[in-house]
């Protein structure tokens, strides 16, 4: 099958990965920036990785990496398993879901990756909006409507990305309880999870009838450890995924696997750095977005990185964001996202520097 281009990685692959890389990126979905040295400095003991043995790991992963993910969620750790982020753990579940006919819901606008995985695996695609004059708001009654009997799972991901909205627990209790009779779980995408600019939500790991997916990319900072999670209550499912993780990875490695057990006993450090980064700069976004209310839009984010304000006018955001890219600050532009209007502005990556990318964007904006 030939996937289709991922348009959003080719954009932000042209300016992150160049030399030099751009000044600014206020694309990425990321938090701020660690590195290994800061990174094991963390807490009272590092650990000594020279004792590693260079091996296998179990294809569920650790019993310490299990175990962190469990205390890091408040969950069973005998319901995670561990993937090669979050991007494996969408396959394997979209794998193990493929059935003849059969279609999965995703919410509109989305990430990517799940309409063009979701198709990948054979299976058809049906949309709920979230609705930007609602705030994007996520509610049970949206997905329900999109769902019928050839609906093998709804994905959810909350907070979410690119909009900012977050689903609460009444209401992914409602909607898991719901497709019980579908014969449906309900997928959570929490990579953002535990980032909130309002009240802080639990995350849904141990629901009935709701499959978690999770990673250490986003809310803890860390993409480069490639370290993702599903956890499920349901033993069954929980064997077949192993199987197919097994087939697909075999395992992690044990020395990411090592480094990843360290940084979620830490983890309130680092959840703080982030929500410190994500405070401050998306009050000054607040602030930029009142200045600009006559020529761009907003909803504020509820939770996680990113935001994804639009022009008033409906024009394409993607001169704008070319134009952007030559003063050195990134947007990813909306067509990436298939609403070309809207541009997704990540606010947490940036730790430093933010008031200059504002007053960049501003010379920009008043060129319009």
Known sequence: MDLPPFLLDHWLARYDFASPPIPYNLASSTGPRWTLAELLALGD?????????????????????????????????????????????LS?????????????????????????MAQAWRLGVRTYALH?????????????????????????????????????PA?????AGAMIGLGAPLLIDEVYHPLYFGAPLPSAAGMENVIVMGDMSKALSLPGLRMGWIVDRDADRRRRVIDARSYFTISSAPLLESIAVHALRNSAVIVDRLQSVGTANIARLDSFMDRLSGTLSWSRPYGGTTAFPWFADGRNSHPFC???????????????????DHMRVGFTQQADGFDEAIARIAQVAARL
């Open 92 to 116: 394997i579940l979209l794998c193990l879901l493929e059935r003849e006919g059969a279609h999965v819901v995703i919410p509109d606008p989305a990430y990517p990756a799940y309409a063009a």
């Open 132 to 168: 930007r004059d609602d705030g994007f708001a996520q509610d049970a009654h949206s997905v329900l409507a999109a769902m019928d009997a050839g609906s093998v799972a709804a994905i959810v991901n909350t907070p979410q990305n690119p909009t900012g909205s977050a689903m609460v």
């Open 322 to 340: 070319e134009a952007l890219a030559d003063s050195g600050v990134l947007f990813a532009p909306g067509d990436c996202f298939g609403h070309p």
């Open 45 to 89: 003991r590092s650990p000594d990785l020279s004792t590693t043995v260079m091996s296998y790991a179990p294809p569920e992963g650790s019993r310490a990496l299990r175990e962190a993910v469990g205390a890091f969620l408040n969950t069973d750790p005998d319901w995670v398993i561990i993937t090669t982020g979050a991007s494996e753990a």
């Open 171 to 175: 209401e992914i209790a409602h909607l």
